[in-house]
């Protein structure tokens, strides 16, 4: 059974920093990608990035240049770097695990709070 175990979202003023983890178990995910989605109050979720496991990543429009994905694949975590943060990158984000062979494969986190003041 995969599980995937967030952290390190909360509170911060615009322009600061937040580091989110996710870590993932249940299986060998050497043919998974691993990334974050978010959604805030009222709008569908968004893709933020996402990275494969020799780590070609690929990111959102709205986080290109402030955000960076990584992955540690000795650990089965996935990391997002958040720089330069803004009001509107508030939301909940969501750790995403799916596999690049079996569509159906796709796992979500619970999910963990970015609040951005202005």
């Known amino acids: 059974q995969v599980q995937l175990v967030e952290s390190g979202g909360g509170l911060v003023q615009a322009g600061g920093s937040l580091r989110l983890s996710c870590a993932a178990s249940g299986r060998t995910f050497s043919n998974y990608r691993m990334g974050w989605f978010r959604q805030a109050p009222g709008k569908e979720r968004e893709f933020v990035a996402t990275?494969?496991?020799?780590?070609?990543?690929t990111y959102g429009d709205s986080v290109k240049g402030r955000f960076t994905i990584s992955r540690d694949n000795a650990k089965n975590t996935v990391y997002l770097q958040m720089n330069s943060l803004k009001p509107e990158d508030t939301a909940v984000y969501y750790c995403?695990?799916?596999?690049?062979?079996?569509?159906?494969?796709?796992?979500w986190g619970q999910g963990t709070q970015v609040t951005v003041s202005s």
């Open positions: 990275i494969n496991w020799s780590g070609g990543s």
């Open positions: 995403n695990v799916r596999s690049i062979i079996i569509m159906s494969y796709n796992y």
